[in-house]
């Protein structure tokens, strides 16, 4: 099989904080699938993107940067 039809797939969090120890949660999983073309452009590409309520408040300060809020994880 040709490396350029096996999909890309690049994944990324947001979290309340940084101290997983100190009790910091995930917030948001998202993930992008990239599908490639026969030159190795990009040809096809599907988003995934799931909130998770950290069941936690989140800081003023993360919500400014992911503009994620309480709201929208409950």
Known sequence: MKWKRLPIVAFD?????L???????????AAVVLHLDDEGRVGE?????????????????????????EGDVT
Do not use: A, M, W, Y
Request: net charge negative.
């Open 45 to 69: 590409r599907v988003d995934h993107s799931f909130l998770i309520n950290p069941e936690r408040q989140i800081p003023r300060k993360v919500t400014e940067i992911t503009g994620i809020s």
């Open 19 to 29: 101290e997983p120890f100190g009790g910091d949660r995930v917030i948001e999983f």
């Open 13 to 17: 969090t947001e979290t309340t904080g």
